[in-house]
T-cell receptor, first 111, second 113 residues
Framework: QKEVEQDPGPLSVPEGAIVSLNCTYS??????FMWYRQYSRKGPELLMY????GNKEDGRFTAQVDKSSKYISLFIRDSQPSDSATYLC???????????FGGGTRVLVKP | GAVVSQHPSRVICKSGTSVKIECRSL??????MFWYRQFPKQSLMLMAT?????????EQGVEKDKFLINHASLTLSTLTVTSAHPEDSSFYIC?????????FGPGTRLTVL
């Protein structure tokens, strides 16, 4: 079993819909949780960074962390075709520590 | 976010040759950086953690003599793939970060013929 599980998709939604992404993990030591967006043949771009449990909102993006369930989510409101990319969750146990990535979910927003 | 550059963005080489990839942080200094490898349609796999002034720590299964890491300064790290073979063809990405907000370079696509 992988340390971080993420549905590979693809997840296809119409423009304007809410995109819902999630990851589950097994290591209870994880404290820092991140979501990255990666376009084809590009490096990942940091979208959201959350410490411990709770919600965080930034524009159209909302990240949720439920440590009791070992479950994290990312919601994208009013999705645009430019949001079509692969979304990677990542987490670590301590600041400055190495990241453990999920496998990534490919998202396609259709105009 | 922080800016990280990589050079070259793409390289094609013959089997048996060595290839050097540079990674620079352009607007901050960090003692620790990471090198990842990503195969098509797969996630990022950590290869090694590099600390400025000391030897890199390699992940299990990564050959340290094949993937040489030189953390020359707080803003520059290099990865040299020695005696490259076709199975080394991949997308190599570095990341820097003041803490867990890791910022990634644009990646280097290596193709070994």
């Amino acid at each position: 079993q992988k340390e971080v599980e993420q549905d590979p998709g693809p997840l296809s939604v119409p423009e304007g819909a809410i995109v819902s992404l999630n990851c589950t993990y097994s290591n209870s030591a994880f404290q820092y949780f991140m979501w990255y967006r990666q376009y084809s043949r590009k490096g990942p771009e940091l979208l959201m960074y959350t410490y411990s449990s709770g919600n965080k909102e930034d524009g159209r993006f909302t990240a949720q962390v439920d440590k009791s369930s070992k479950y994290i989510s990312l919601f994208i409101r009013d999705s645009q075709p430019s949001d079509s990319a692969t979304y990677l969750c990542a987490m670590s146990a301590a600041a400055g520590n190495k990241l453990t990535f999920g496998g990534g979910t490919r998202v396609l927003v259709k105009p | 976010g922080a800016v990280v550059s990589q050079h070259p963005s793409r390289v094609i080489c013959k089997s048996g040759t060595s290839v050097k990839i540079e990674c620079r942080s352009l607007d901050f200094q960090a003692t620790t950086m990471f090198w990842y490898r990503q195969f098509p349609k797969q996630s990022l796999m950590l290869m090694a953690t590099s600390n400025e002034g000391s030897k890199a720590t390699y992940e299990q299964g990564v050959e340290k003599d094949k993937f040489l890491i030189n953390h020359a300064s707080l803003t520059l790290s290099t990865l040299t793939v020695t005696s490259a073979h076709p199975e080394d063809s991949s997308f190599y990405i570095c990341s820097w970060g003041p803490d867990n907000e890791q910022f990634f370079g644009p990646g280097t696509r290596l193709t070994v013929l």
